[in-house]
């Protein structure tokens, strides 16, 4: 059993996603969730409310820390400790980024690297189930 609560939220929030979605399809999925909650965090606390942007961020990195959690280092190897890495270099720039005067062009980078990392992982799973990959549509919004 888990001590930490937050953690026990960021598993289940991985495990529940990839129970009922093939796998490549659920990290795409919470990629996006995360992208969503960093984006409306930023949202709130531009607008002043700060509890409710505190909530977003603390969902966002939930997310994160369940897919870190989740990899496979024995099947992985280098590729999963580079995404164990960068999920975590995410969740210390976001929590750095909160709340502070830079905190727009801050969340903007993280947010575009989480775009880049969906699309990978959206090709990857294209890929896989045999289809043929094609361009990413760039007009499509978060």
């Known amino acids: 059993m888990m001590h930490n609560p937050m953690a026990y939220m960021a598993n289940q929030a991985y495990r529940g996603t990839a129970t009922t979605v093939p796998p490549l399809k659920a990290v795409s999925l919470l990629l996006g969730g995360t992208i969503i909650s960093l984006q409306r965090s930023l949202a ?22 369940g897919l870190s959690h989740n990899l496979d280092f024995a099947r992985g190897g280098d590729v999963a400790e580079r995404l164990f890495q960068t999920y975590n270099a995410l969740i210390l720039a976001s929590l750095k980024a909160y ?12 947010i575009a690297g989480l775009t880049e990392l969906r699309e ?23």
Request: aromatic share 8%; net charge positive; proline share 7%.
């Open 44 to 65: 709130a606390q531009e607008a002043g409310r700060f509890e409710e942007g505190h909530e977003h961020l603390m969902k966002a990195t939930a997310i994160l820390r």
């Open 120 to 142: 990978a992982w959206e090709f990857v799973d294209r890929t896989v189930r045999g289809g043929k990959p094609g361009p990413v549509d760039s007009a499509r919004k978060s």
């Open 99 to 110: 709340g502070r005067p830079h905190a727009r062009p801050s969340f903007g980078r993280i």
